[in-house]
């Protein structure tokens, strides 16, 4: 396999169990219950994406498409500080964009298009890439429509991935019993919408205090492993 240009977590366990970072050119899809750590290693990464590569960057600026309100640039400001990198030019170095529902988070996706050669992106992240289109199709008696209008999205993210030397990273959230919503593929065992399209698969699961587990399905390329990891005040660490 290719090596490609990859991002640093700011865990080394969790980026050994990726094969050394998110990488480019990919979708990674992290799900996980709420609370797993999903918002918080998009904003490690948002972050990380502008270190120069010897440092585990790409010397890039991050879009982050946020559809569920919970960005802080406080906590930007934090993890750059923690790295020692100036914070306010961190915080201009990351495009904010609020989605308010599911056909603006696609509009905005077919803006990435032109934004992305541009702005000097070398990391989308889009937190949730299922939370409006859940919300507005609820239910089973909606799944079909839902699938197709997700799967729709999602192409046109690949084909962003594929088209510019950037990672697309998107957050994912299911519940901690997958099983109760057996049926919805969205929810589905596994829980990943990425289930039948290329990308690398990272779920995430609470354990004790700030410690979290990492686990990557369904990448035949990397060991099926976990990884221990932390949210500490400074941000993911080991
Ligand atoms: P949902 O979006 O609800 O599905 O959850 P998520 O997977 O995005 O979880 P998130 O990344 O928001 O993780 C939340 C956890 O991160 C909290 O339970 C805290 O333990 C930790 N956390 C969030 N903000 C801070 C912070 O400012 N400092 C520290 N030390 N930890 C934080
Ligand atoms: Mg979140």
């Not at 991002?7 to 996980?32: A, M, P, R, Y």
Request: hydrophobic share 40%.
């Amino acid at each position: 396999r290719m090596s490609l240009p990859k991002i640093t977590t700011g865990s080394k366990n969790l980026d050994t169990l990726l094969g050394g970072g998110i990488e480019v050119k990919t979708i990674t899809e992290l799900f996980g219950e709420f609370g797993s750590g999903k918002t918080q290693i998009c904003h490690q990464l948002a972050v990380n994406v502008q270190l120069p590569p010897e440092k585990g960057g790409l010397s890039k600026r991050a879009i982050y498409i946020d559809t569920e309100g919970t960005f802080r640039w406080e906590r930007i400001e934090a993890m750059a500080r923690a790295i020692g990198m100036n914070p306010d030019e961190a915080m201009e170095n990351i495009l904010y964009v609020r989605a308010v529902n599911s056909d603006h988070q696609m509009a905005i996706a077919e803006e990435l298009k032109e934004i992305i050669p541009k702005e000097n992106i070398g990391l989308v992240v889009v937190d949730s890439i299922t939370g409006h289109f859940r919300a507005e199709y609820p239910g089973r008696e909606n799944l079909a429509v839902r699938q197709q209008k997700l799967n729709r999205h999602l192409h046109q993210l690949m084909s962003i991935a594929e088209l510019f030397d950037v990672a697309v990273v998107v957050t994912n959230q299911v519940m901690a019993r997958p099983d109760v919503f057996y049926g919805d593929p969205t929810v589905a065992i596994g829980g990943h919408v990425l289930y039948h399209a290329p990308g690398i698969r990272v779920q995430l699961k609470k354990s004790r205090g700030n410690r979290r587990i990492a686990r990557v399905v369904d990448a035949p390329h990397l060991p099926e492993s976990e990884a221990v990891f932390a949210i500490t005040e400074a941000g993911i660490r080991d």
